[in-house]
């Protein structure tokens, strides 16, 4: 049998196995990525890229400009709509998200409505060796020097070995590696059935003036939501459907055409089915993201509810967590326990993650309940007639609706997690307590935290994370820097970039000095990941030795 030996096998040509991939190259460790599709999705998947997402896609060098052009237009995607039938009457709508100016002081980089099948190719594009389309992972055993996988070449027909280090699974929600390991799901795992219809159809002409990238149709004869991935071509709709009693071979293209032109509200639209998939909705995290030398990642380690648009974004961010550790335990610079982290830090934010994603989800289904969306067609529709007939019913339409704004602005989920434990050396700083975490972010430096964005000038104006170096750690000074750039020097200046106001950059604006949080000869440590990892206000005695104790706490588990 032939064997193939690389690094690092990635299971799962997504985005969350895709941007891994992309970073270990960047760092100089090379992966083999398969993927038992013939390439990346062509149907609407996912639709939410997060300003977190989008920062870590921007370090990696990929043009975040032409990310926005593929995404939808800001004018058609930033509200949410609830309506009787697509061409019938506007209940009402919500902002969705923070996705213009405002939030620039916040992230460089607002919230994209960016499908995933046009994300994928893009990032695609970006791996310098692409993926092995057709390939599928089937088995693994392992031992301590590595992992030994089989995978057969479906066209081909060849069954080969692929001897790898490590083994990333990225292969999905229901992850054949994940289950050939014995991990098992934690969390309710049928929450409720959907038939995902998607249609081409150009439908301008009945939301030209209420444009949105979800609209709630709470039609009882017909309930479900619509997501508008391009209002003039490219539609889903998310129909519920009992598996007791259906079947999803039921779900014909022409069943399903009626099905949406019921919930358009208009029988003379011209539209396309072009894919038909049944799913089920869970809320789950994997008992473990690791086993022996194999790591869960994305979908494979959680599986969320879409309300919140979290699961391809956290997919995202756990490689980004990963992969700098697994380069520098390859480099030799960090011991294997620094590997240990990936799980003590992934986990807990999958699981917080899971919670709002469930807790969206059944708020959701109590507004469609409060709208008199019952089982009984007949008895629904009346109620809702009851409640749209008197100033008062409308007043609690209205209320209802406006009860799901968490739902949509999400930006402290987004932007405010941290790593309590992990590789970080905690300050002994508490952490800041938001009125609302889910909406309102609260930047800070504390240990864990992702560095605070701020804009400041160097060749122009910048993001301060801009100035991260992208695959090393950075140490950046209070304005008085020079007690730790004589224990840079000191130290090995391969490891770390240094950056001194002033010196690096220039804060006229005062942005950064208002919300670094370091005193004048106060310093910090960024990750690669760029998360802090160690900060003090003020310079010690032996600037040199607690920079150097903080770098073997962290890199040296």
């Not at 699961?311 to 326990?337: I, M, P």
């Not at 004048?520 to 104790?549: C, I, N």
Request: charged share 25%; with cysteine.
């Amino acid at each position: 049998m032939r064997r193939v030996e690389v690094p690092v096998l990635v299971v799962g040509a997504g985005p969350a196995g895709t941007t891994a991939a992309i970073l270990l190259a960047q760092q100089g460790v090379a992966s083999l990525v398969v993927d038992r599709r013939d390439g990346p999705h062509r149907a609407p998947q996912a639709h939410v890229v997060n300003p977190r997402s989008l920062e870590i896609f921007r370090a990696m060098g990929i043009d975040t400009r032409a990310l926005r052009a593929a995404a939808t237009p800001r004018a058609d995607g930033s509200h949410v709509s609830w309506t009787t039938t697509l061409a019938g009457t506007e209940l009402g709508r919500l902002p969705y998200e923070r996705q213009g100016d405002d939030v620039l002081a916040l992230t460089p980089e607002p919230l994209l409505n960016l499908s995933q099948h046009r994300l994928e190719p893009i990032l695609v594009e970006h791996l310098r060796l692409a993926p092995c389309w057709r390939h599928e992972w089937t088995a693994l055993t392992q031992d301590a020097r590595g992992v030994t996988s089989q995978v057969r070449d479906l066209a081909g027909g060849e069954d080969y070995e692929v001897r790898s280090r490590w083994v990333l699974a990225a292969d999905g929600a229901g992850s054949r590696v994940r289950k050939a390991l014995g991990v098992d799901m934690v969390g309710p795992d049928q929450l409720q059935s959907f038939v995902m219809i998607h249609v081409e159809a150009n439908l301008r002409a009945l939301v030209r003036d209420r444009p949105a990238i979800l609209y709630w149709i709470v039609d009882p004869a017909c309930a479900g939501t619509f997501v508008a991935h391009d209002i003039d071509r490219s539609w889903v709709f998310m129909h519920r459907y009992d598996p007791a009693t259906e079947t999803p071979a039921a779900f014909t293209p022409a069943v399903c055409a009626g099905i949406v032109r019921r919930a358009i509200g208009r029988d003379d639209v011209d539209l396309s089915v072009r894919d038909v998939s049944p799913w089920t909705m869970t809320a789950q995290v994997a008992e473990r993201f690791c086993a022996g030398r194999v790591f869960l990642v994305g979908d494979s380690a959680h599986r969320f509810p879409p309300s919140g648009g979290l699961g391809l974004n956290t997919g995202v961010q756990d490689a980004h967590n990963l992969a700098w550790k697994l380069a520098w335990v390859e480099s030799g610079r960090a011991g294997e326990g620094l590997l240990d982290t990936y799980e003590m830090e992934r986990r807990p934010v999958a699981q917080t993650n899971a919670e709002q994603s469930f807790v969206n989800a059944m708020k959701m289904l109590e507004a469609f309940v409060a709208l008199g969306l019952m089982d009984d067609v007949a008895t629904s529709q009346a109620r809702l007639a009851e409640l749209l007939a008197s100033d008062a019913g409308r007043a609690c339409v209205r209320e209802t609706i406006d009860a799901q704004q968490d739902h949509f602005d999400m930006l402290g989920l987004q932007l405010g997690f941290g790593y309590q434990a992990g590789a970080v050396v905690p300050d002994g700083s508490m952490r800041a307590a938001p009125v609302n975490a889910v909406r309102d972010f609260v930047p800070t430096s504390r240990p864990g935290a992702r560095l605070p964005h701020a804009w400041v000038e160097r060749d122009g104006r910048r993001s301060i994370l801009d100035l991260l170096a992208p695959h090393e750690f950075t140490l950046i000074t209070g304005r008085r820097g020079h007690p730790w750039t004589d224990a840079f020097a000191r130290l090995a200046p391969a490891t770390i970039r240094c950056l001194v106001p002033d010196r690096d950059f220039t804060d006229s604006e005062g942005a950064w000095e208002r919300i670094c949080e370091l005193g004048a000869d106060g310093a910090m440590l960024v990750r690669p990941d760029q998360h802090v990892a160690w900060r003090v206000t003020h310079a010690g005695h032996d600037p040199a030795a607690e920079l150097a104790a903080a770098l073997r706490r962290v890199l040296f588990h």
